[in-house]
């Protein structure tokens, strides 16, 4: 059993995983160097703790809350800070809803994105939205989709060094800004092809909106189930983003003649790469759990999130 700081209550009561009434448990994450989102908390917590719903933070961003002395506070970011959580809100950017993912993975809670940036395509919602948020949170008007991940090993002549995962991409880059980055690449065993370039993402389609489209990769529908390999200012005749089998074993390969790269993975967990070093990347046996509000398609997501240009449309005949 995980060890729980609490709030003292005006009873004077400890709390430890539940509400006073034994009731439900939000955990909630904000990235509280925002204003915007420290009074965005402050309206979700009030609003929870008005339906007689628990709330429970970090004690590292607790203090930087202005939170009544119900809220439960953890002093360490584990997967089992959100034992007895029905849900984990996540307040923020997209650097904010991907660590959200790194508690949802690691605990199988479903996680309810608020987007507080710019894009957010992993949100459910907008900061003008929180009250339907609380709202669907407390009558539990919402539905759990699991989404995609990818598990990534490195390996280092033939020995494996490191083990990560990503919810959107794994990206092997180069370091030194005046070497391209010597690579040959892999898929399902086979080499396919090798060229200098300043890196290769390797996504699944939740990312296929986020680093992997910065590089020039397709927007992969959220339900499509596939791996994207995408090459970063590649010099070569054939560097075109490949889109491959679920199933598939995508591996990139650095050079021994190479400069040393860099694994980053979500943009959030890096390691450094030697010259020789492979990278294996195939599907994630452990999904995370979206919480989602309403049945928008992906194409209106789309286009809202991107300001794409629709006038003149006219739909199909009736």
Known sequence: MRETQTRQTQTGQTQTGETQSGARTVFLLAHTGRPAAIRSAELVVQGLLRSGIGVRVLDAEAVDLPLPPEVQTVKEAT?????????IVVLGGDGTLLRGAEFARASGVPMLGVNLGRVGFLAEAERDDLDKVVDRVVTKAYEVEERMTIDVVV?????VVHRDWAMNEAAV???SPERMLEVVL?????????????????ATPTGSTAYAFSAGGPVVWPEVEALLMVPISAHALFAKPLVTSPDSVLAVEVQPHTPHGVLWCDGRRTVELPSGARVEVRRGEVPVRLARLHHASFTDRLVAKFALPVSGWRGAPQ
């Open 79 to 87: 997967a089992d800070c959100i034992d007895d959580c029905e849900l």
């Open 155 to 159: 390996r280092r002549n033939g020995d």
């Open 173 to 175: 880059q180069k370091v």
């Open 186 to 202: 892999e898929i399902d065993g086979r080499p396919v092809t090798g060229f200098g370039c300043d890196g290769i993402v390797c």
